[in-house]
């Protein structure tokens, strides 16, 4: 009978932790949409999972919250790239964060600039059931965290 409880603690930890179907949608929707960052560039990839209503909070400037605006403000970096490392959707399933840790190239004055951040991503879900990126924020890491999953 121990060994029964013994198992049936270890199973059911096992279930509290594990993803759900629709956590594991929104990490490879947020993979995705790095992956096509790369691909296809940042403007053209963001247009693509970006909601009609977003947010973001640029680093060192003012929110913005025009759809138009926030994709013309990427014409400035050079590079974004990121990991997603973790995503929560609420029990409704329609609304779910992810975060992780992103690269950004810039170009200044003739030099290659790189930092790293802490992101964290709002997704709601569109009335077709695609995932949309609703709100966008970030904060600087270290370079020694960013290094550990850029090499």
């Known amino acids: 009978m121990k060994k029964f409880f013994i198992t049936f603690a270890i199973f059911s930890s096992l ?12 990490l490879e929707t947020d993979k995705t949409l790095a ?5 296809k560039g940042i403007k053209a990839a963001f247009d693509e ?8 909070f640029p680093f060192n400037k003012d929110v913005l919250t025009d759809r138009v605006k926030i994709l013309n403000s990427y014409a400035g970096l050079k590079s974004l790239e990121w990991v997603p490392l973790k995503a929560e959707v609420s029990q ?3 609304l779910g ?18 930092s790293y951040s802490h992101y964290i991503s709002i997704w709601k879900k ?5 995932w949309k990126l609703i709100l ?7 370079e020694e965290v960013g290094k550990k999953y850029f090499k």
């Open 15 to 26: 279930i509290a932790f594990s993803q759900t179907q629709s956590e594991k949608e929104l």
């Open 49 to 56: 999972y970006l909601a009609d209503n977003p947010t973001t």
């Open 126 to 130: 569109n009335n077709v059931g695609q």
């Open 97 to 114: 964060y992810t975060y992780g840790i992103g690269k950004i190239t810039v170009e200044e004055a003739g030099k290659t600039k790189i």
């Open 136 to 142: 966008d924020t970030g904060n600087d890491c270290s």
């Open 35 to 39: 992956k096509l960052s790369i691909e």
């Open 92 to 94: 409704s399933e329609d």
